[in-house]
């Protein structure tokens, strides 16, 4: 029923403009932050922790908007997916850094990319697709029916889709040796064993190992990418930034320095962040942010 369901607000949303569709995710969005009592919860919790320096109604507001972007970001899929997937361009204001991306694969050797849940990745994955091979590794969802439309309208792009597990990570390799230009999402918290705690804005995040350590097994270029959702429905501006060699640190400090760039991304605009994502459930010392009180 969810994958029926998916299908037919992507088929719905794809006949409205991007400024209709955010119309109605703000009203979604505040729907969510009045009747739902968890993402509130979770999407304050993390302003509380990431910005303790704004006021106690400063933070509220940042949560509520970051609901509301959210939301935009489902909403804009049957736009981005049914109407743009081959013209990805017309949704497309400016790109800051195409020059880094660009001189980075000109080296040959191909290219790491980290993209954080910000904005609208799969407006930027369809934006990367142009620098064929081109791509991406991507942890599926439990549901069949959504799974298989995931595949079908990312594939759109003739990007390659790479399902995170230990199969996966060897095609990555793979891919790498072969110049693709790989994107991975950074900040997905990883199963136990598969990740250091570091610093996160303020805060002790249990962070994936993985990315900084295939940077340092191939030593290819590494930059990180986000696709910037504009008022009023005007489209988006891509953000690109080449990483410096701290990325190829093995130890904790290469994670440690992920984490560093991707708050520089995030304070592009912070409402944009997945902040309704748990990021910091795992503690070492067993503490539950989240715990409702």
């Known amino acids: 029923m969810q994958g029926y369901i998916f299908q037919m607000m992507v088929t719905l949303f ?28 979770i999407t304050l919790t993390n302003m509380k922790l990431c910005y303790p320096q704004l006021t106690e109604q400063e933070q509220k507001n940042l949560a509520k908007a970051s609901l509301i972007e959210t939301v935009k970001t489902f909403f804009e899929l049957g736009r981005v997916w049914k109407k743009h997937a081959k013209n990805i361009d017309g ?12 001189s980075a694969l000109d080296e040959g050797k191909g290219v790491l ?7 609208n990745w799969e407006v930027l994955n369809l934006w990367l697709a142009r620098y064929q091979p081109f791509s991406f590794l ?7 029916k959504i799974k298989q439309l995931l595949l079908k309208y990312r594939g759109q792009s003739g990007a390659q889709q790479i399902v995170a597990d230990k199969k996966g990570v060897r095609t ?53 990418a986000v696709a910037e959702r504009l ?14 060699d701290a990325i190829y640190q093995i130890d ?42």
């Open 14 to 41: 794809s006949h409205m403009s991007l400024k209709r569709s955010h119309q109605w995710a703000a009203f979604v969005g505040r729907m969510v932050w009045r009747w739902s009592e968890k993402q509130r919860r």
């Open 91 to 102: 949704l497309i204001n400016h790109v800051h850094g195409k020059d880094i991306l660009e």
């Open 113 to 119: 990319l980290a993209a954080p849940h910000f904005g």
């Open 138 to 144: 991507y942890k599926p969802p439990v549901n069949k």
């Open 172 to 224: 990555i390799i793979q891919s790498i040796k072969d110049k693709h230009l790989m994107a991975i999402l950074p900040d997905q918290q990883p199963k136990a064993g598969q990740g250091v705690h570091v610093d996160f804005m303020g805060q002790s995040a249990y962070t994936m190992s993985l990315f900084s350590k295939i940077a340092a097994k191939t030593q290819v270029p590494v930059v990180m």
């Open 231 to 244: 008022p009023d429905g005007e489209g988006f501006d891509i953000h690109i930034k080449r990483l410096d």
């Open 252 to 293: 904790q400090s290469g994670v440690a320095y992920m984490n560093q760039v991707i708050a520089e991304m995030v304070a592009i605009n912070p409402a944009q962040y997945q902040w309704t994502y748990r990021r910091f459930s795992i503690q070492a010392d067993g503490n539950k942010p989240y715990k409702k009180k």
